[in-house]
């Protein structure tokens, strides 16, 4: 298990993160959100041991995180961090090598790899001549050549389309489904919320929001429903509990309080006619986010 | 499992010499060494009159044909310092029919009318062109003694008497310092003026260590990728890493060097290089021939091994300091910009070792001598050149070494901030807090 225990990180008089918790078990993939410069990547470097925290400890299994581990630890940096006048397969072998793997081993994984992402006639391309989405690819595979145990992902998502975004989120989950730990951040709220199961919103340094989707949703009371129906909007506003209704392609978007408000909207749309759609959802990670940040960043 | 040390040496090494830009500059280094020693065969080959002895048509109305002829065999040597002699001397008696001759030969040949006129010696040279420098001054020195010789003669002093006034003076040297031997200040003359051309490959050698440690910290830093390898191999094993394999790859260098030079020579002997001109090795192989009969070779024996350890200790010191600097700048136009006042400071050594030579026991261009950096090449020229002994060398080796040691110790503190440094706001504050850390 990975313990980031109340881990603070100065530059000189800046704080860049305050007083940070969180814990990831064998499996799980945990996802570590902020707008920029809130010090998501001074986590990381601090739990990659590139940077020395303040104060507080970061522990994987009750010890620190030094050389004696790395080699299982796998890192996707936020920028690309390729050496973009060797080949793929030099890279490849390069980082491999570096996490004490041998080169036969090195090559086998990559080659799997290469062809799962597509991507098998870049094998002896250099990096440089690669187009952006195949280089985030490649930095992908860097960083899981080792088939590691712990998974750092900043910004995993960067310059790839929807269809490769699918082929990383499968291997990701396949990762944790193998018992690897999983970290990574991303203003993609999104992929945060189609495969995180815990969170931490950081702002400024300072954590505004932390535990389980599920967990979050749900004391997050505000909920939508989404109406198709012949109505008239203002009829909707006048609800008491109706925070705002708008129209979203053809349906009616209408964001309540909370819970107790949806029967009284529904007491509105059941006299309207041609009514062919009435769900209450749970408000989107994206709507709880900018919510939530938004409350917190003036402060 | 191979240890990351090694590897990453491995693949810094590989990534400078196995490219075919590490091929191309080599075999234009070799071109390069090979022609410059084999200059004068190229030369030759590509044609010219130089190799033509230059007939001069003597036309003697003043009987003194055989001293001329004489006088220009002694001045041919004093001032080409070549044995053979250049000239083919035909004694004419007329002198229109030389000028015809002239005009057969070319440049090549001239008619010299010497005569008395009031009993002193007069001589027209005749050509169909300018005549070289060289040639005028053996000429114009051998009529001017040809003339001392005629004057003489008019006043009954015997031939045998005249050659005895013409040779040159027996100098007797003796030096009252029983520590400096008289042989050694030929020699010194002589190793001030070459020890700086020897040398001159360290610099080149310098150049190449800073910019290939440089250029591979910049490359790894401005790729982000330095994250990787730092979250890898710790800073202190990155160091050392790229410094070894930058010493490793300017003595692999330094010996290829050595090759092209050596590969030079035996192309010279084997296409003859005994030319006419009979340039560098002649002059060369008169060096060592003097350095050998003045007893400096013995002197070589410990200052060939002194100057090797204080140029490796130097290299060692430029590419902590390469490295250092390149951690430090956050891109590789930075570092090029500190690139040049590095090397400058050797540049400072090698022209002081120049001086060494007109400023004899200067007590600055001494105190340089000891100054990290510039004393690879300066001390061991002061030690050629008797200015300084072996125990001011094994000084200057002791400051080399707590200086590469102080290099390591504090450098490696800056190395470890400077890598994931990737903003120029506020560096020297960061640097020296990672100073006082």
Same mark, same amino acid.
């Given at each position: ?43 990381? =470097?601090?739990?990659?041991?590139? *940077?020395?925290?303040?104060?507080? #400890? ?26 973009? +006048? ?22 086998? =994984? ?72 999983? /970290? ?89 006619? &041609? ?7 749970? $408000?989107?990670?994206?709507?709880? @986010?900018?919510? +939530? ?7 | ?6 590897? *990453? ?6 990534? +400078? ?17 090979l022609?410059?020693l084999n200059?004068d065969s190229i030369?030759t080959f ?42 083919? *001397? ?30 002193? *010696?007069?001589?027209?040279?005749? #050509? ?13 020195? !051998? ?24 040779? $040159?003076?027996?100098? !007797?040297?003796? /030096? ?44 790894? +830093?401005?790729? =982000?990728?330095?994250?990787? /390898? ?9 160091? @050392? ?23 030079g020579f035996l192309v010279r002997n084997i296409i003859g290089g005994a030319s ?5 090795i ?15 070779? #013995? ?26 600097? !390149? ?6 136009? &930075? ?32 105190? @340089?001598? @000891?100054?990290?950096?510039? #004393?690879?090449?300066?001390? $061991?020229?002061?030690?050629? /050149? ?52």
């Amino acid at each position: 298990m990975l313990k980031v225990e109340n881990v603070t990180k100065y530059y000189g008089d800046f704080l860049a993160v305050d007083n940070l918790s969180f814990t990831v078990k064998e499996g799980e993939i945990f996802g570590l959100l902020g707008v920029n410069g809130a010090g998501k990547t001074t986590t990381f =470097r601090m739990i990659m041991g590139l *940077l020395d925290a303040s104060s507080g #400890s970061v522990t994987w299994n009750d010890k620190k995180i030094d050389y004696d581990v790395t080699d299982k630890i796998g890192f996707l940096t936020e920028e690309r961090s390729l050496l973009t +006048k060797l080949t793929v397969k030099e890279q490849c072998l390069f980082y491999g090598t570096l996490k004490g793997m041998q080169d036969d081993v090195i090559i086998k =994984r990559l080659e799997t790899l290469l062809e799962k992402f597509n991507i098998s006639e870049y094998k002896d391309k250099k990096i440089k001549e690669l187009s952006k989405g195949n280089q985030q690819k490649i930095q992908f595979i860097t960083a899981i050549i080792n088939e590691p145990k712990l998974l750092i992902l900043d910004e995993p998502f960067s310059g790839l389309d929807p269809i490769n975004v699918e082929l990383f989120k499968n291997e990701i989950i396949e990762m944790a489904q193998k018992g690897s730990m999983i /970290i990574f951040s991303s203003h993609r709220m999104e992929h945060v919320e189609l495969f995180c199961e815990k969170l931490v919103v950081l702002l400024k340094g300072k954590t505004v929001l932390e535990g389980k989707i599920a967990d979050i949703k749900k004391q997050y009371r505000k909920k939508n429903i989404f109406i198709k129906a012949n109505i008239e909007l203002e009829k909707l506003k006048q609800v008491d509990g109706v925070l705002s209704v708008s129209n979203v392609g053809d349906e009616i978007e209408v964001k309540i309080a909370n819970e107790e408000v949806a029967p009284k909207v529904f007491e509105v749309v059941a006299k309207a006619s &041609d009514i062919s759609k009435f769900v209450i959802e749970e $408000p989107s990670l994206n709507e709880i @986010f900018i919510a +939530k940040v938004g409350e917190n960043y003036e402060k | 499992m191979r240890s990351k040390l090694n590897y *990453l040496i491995s693949v810094s090494l590989k990534r +400078k010499i196995k490219t075919k830009w590490f091929m191309a500059a080599n075999i234009i280094l070799f071109i390069v060494i090979l022609a410059a020693l084999n200059i004068d065969s190229i030369i030759t080959f590509f044609g010219g009159d130089f190799n033509d002895t230059m007939k001069i048509y003597v036309v003697d109305k003043a009987d003194s044909f055989d001293i001329f002829s004489n006088q220009m065999q002694a001045n041919s040597f004093n001032l080409t310092n070549d044995e053979e002699f250049g000239y083919e *001397l035909i004694n004419y008696k007329e002198d229109k029919t030389a000028e015809d001759l002239i005009k057969e030969e070319k440049k090549k040949a001239l008619v010299i009318v010497l005569e008395k006129k009031a009993n002193v *010696l007069e001589a027209t040279i005749t #050509s169909q062109n300018f005549i070289d420098t060289l040639d005028y001054q053996v000429i114009s020195n !051998a009529l001017t003694n040809t003339k001392v010789s005629l004057a003489i003669l008019d006043s009954k002093i015997s031939m045998e008497e005249i050659n005895k006034i013409y040779e $040159p003076i027996n100098i !007797a040297r003796v /030096i009252l310092d029983e520590n400096e031997k008289s042989e050694d200040e030929a020699t010194s003359m002589i190793m001030s003026t070459v020890f700086p051309v020897i040398i001159l490959p360290f610099f080149m050698l310098t150049l190449f260590l800073v910019q290939m440690i440089g250029a591979e910290v910049n490359d790894e +830093k401005t790729t =982000r990728g330095m994250e990787i /390898i730092i979250s890898n191999v710790s800073p202190k094993t990155h160091f @050392f890493a790229k410094v070894i394999a930058g010493n490793l790859f300017v003595l692999i260098q330094g010996m290829l060097l050595v090759c092209f030079v050596v590969v030079g020579f035996l192309v010279r002997n084997i296409i003859g290089g005994a030319s006419i001109t009979n340039g560098v090795i002649d002059e060369f192989g008169g060096v060592i021939n003097t350095v050998l009969a003045s007893g400096l070779g #013995s002197k070589l024996i410990y200052v060939v091994p002194l100057t090797l350890v204080l140029m490796l200790l130097t290299f060692l010191a430029y590419s902590l300091l390469a490295g250092i600097l !390149a951690s430090m700048t956050t891109n590789t136009e &930075d570092f090029q910009q500190l690139q040049t006042p590095i090397i400058i400071i050797s540049l400072i050594g090698y022209y002081l070792s120049i001086m060494a030579g007109v400023f004899d026991g200067a007590l600055f261009i001494k105190f @340089f001598a @000891f100054v990290p950096l510039i #004393s690879a090449i300066l001390a $061991p020229s002061l030690l050629i /050149i008797g200015q300084i002994g072996v125990i001011e060398v094994s000084i200057a080796i002791i400051i080399m070494i707590v200086v590469n040691t102080l290099l390591i110790k504090y450098g490696l503190k800056i190395y470890k901030v400077g890598i994931l440094n990737y903003s120029s706001k506020g560096l020297w504050k960061k640097m020296f807090k990672a100073l006082k850390d």
